[in-house]
């Protein structure tokens, strides 16, 4: 069971066209298990469960109804963390492999990011973490073809040249004192 003091994000769903093509990207690339599925009764759709983590019964959820006229998402972004640079790599290539576009990598200082449209055209990103933080919107061409050590080294000193620069724990610290007590 998810353990929150306030309320947090848990989890999202999408309208998709072609349910079963959708449903096999994301289970597919992204390594999701389908934890339930079905028929609305209230809501008349057929509904896919998906997630990551037996803490959490669902974390996406796949929805028949999207029209095939539909040509925009107004989905901004589907986000996924991963454990390493390597897995930006390798999930990038299993998503080109299963109709992903305009998959392209971004530097935000405190996350390295690959950016891709799913085949619906929904906005997806996989991205882990540094340690560090800058101020966001911050966005530089990400070079996955060299090395972590690499990648670290450079981003450490991109940031360090940024004012906003902080270690990501000080940052954690300063959103502690921010953040209001538990109701």
Known sequence: ??????????????????????????TETFDLT?????????????????????????QLVI??????????????????AVPGIQHLRDISARAAARGATEIRGLNHGNALSVYMLDPEGNTVEIYVDTPFYVSQPHGDPLDLSKDDETLMRETEDIC????????????????????????
């Not at 998810?2 to 848990?10: A, F, G, I, Q």
């Not at 028949?64 to 996924?80: D, L």
């Not at 906003?164 to 109701?183: C, I, V």
């Open 1 to 26: 069971m998810l353990k929150v003091n306030r309320p947090t994000p848990s989890h999202f769903g999408i309208y998709v066209t072609d349910l079963e093509r959708m449903v096999a990207f994301y």
């Open 63 to 80: 929805a028949s109804g999207r029209p095939k006229e539909a040509t925009f998402s107004t989905v901004m972004q589907i986000s996924f």
């Open 160 to 183: 360090r040249r940024d004012p906003s620069f902080m270690p990501l724990a000080q940052w954690q610290a300063q959103f502690a004192r921010k953040s209001p007590a538990p109701h």
């Open 34 to 58: 389908i934890t339930d599925r079905g028929e609305g009764r209230t809501f008349k759709n057929t509904l896919v469960f998906t997630s990551a983590s037996p803490d959490q019964h669902h």
